[in-house]
């Protein structure tokens, strides 16, 4: 299973265009600010399955959830922004959210910063902002997390 993971768009829909059609995904996390990127993207390719989150960016939106925990392949992802859990200074309470779910693995954004570690045999992945030319790829094979950070040339 491939898995692209974009966060931090910003209207850079002529890169998100590229970036989906070269990586060829199976399902896109998208992880706010902009989600009506994500939303614009889901009717452009609908044979790929979207999870979207709003950021804090997104106040206007009311289609998307600020959170979503998803099962894939049987692998539990929370999917948030990060901007409620104070990211940008520390990640505790990110942690704390992501134990008390009993996830697998966290995909976020909001610091535009990449950012991997594992805790406690939860993943934290951050891809960085794709308006600074960064995304990233989560594959899943037999209930084994990889992630890739990815930068567009």
Known sequence: MKILIITDSHGNMGKIYDIITQENPNIII?????????????????????????GNCD??????????????????????HGHLYNVKKEMHTLETIAEKYKVDAVCFGHTHIPYYKEKNGIKYFNPGALKDNRYGVLTIKNKELTFNYKDIK
């Open 30 to 54: 998208w992880t706010g600010d902009h989600s009506w990127d994500g939303e614009e993207c889901s009717f452009a390719f609908p044979n790929i399955k979207f999870y979207i989150v709003r």
């Open 59 to 80: 106040v206007f939106d009311r289609n998307f959830n600020d959170n979503e925990i998803v099962d894939i392949d049987g692998v539990r992802i929370l999917i948030t």
